[in-house]
């Protein structure tokens, strides 16, 4: 069962914008943290973006603040990650993940659901 899939990812020029969207079929979806992490080739796997369950506390990675931006509609089940001004650095496979807790949003956890990842691409 998928409990987590990710859409919108693709090939985008640097300076290039992409939606990448998360559906989640998790029943209590709406009472938990989420993230999105991406792994580029060779490294691994890293926070890029989260927020708490309703979506009014957010955080960003260093290296993506001010350029994406992360939402959430519980009613939709849905999560949201808005990339602006992508940079060939961007390219990596992004990943939903829903936390039970808040406290480890942002570093990997044994509780932790992951979806299958969609592939970002950003050419120079």
């Known amino acids: 069962q998928v409990l987590l899939l990710e859409s919108g990812g693709g090939l985008v020029q640097a300076g290039g914008s992409l939606t990448l969207s998360c559906e989640s079929s998790i029943h209590t979806f709406s009472s938990h943290a989420a993230a999105w992490f991406r792994q580029a080739p060779g490294k691994e796997r890293e926070f890029v973006a989260g927020l708490n369950w309703s979506g009014g506390t957010t955080y960003y990675a260093d290296s993506v603040k001010g350029r994406f931006t992360i939402s959430r509609d519980n009613w939709k089940k849905r999560m949201t990650l808005e990339m602006n001004s992508l940079k060939p650095e961007d390219t990596a496979v992004y990943y939903c993940?829903?936390?039970?807790?808040?406290?480890?949003?942002?570093?990997?956890?044994?509780?932790?659901?992951w979806g299958q990842g969609t592939q970002v691409t950003v050419s120079s």
């Open positions: 993940n829903v936390d039970p807790r808040l406290a480890t949003l942002q570093v990997e956890g044994p509780d932790d659901i």
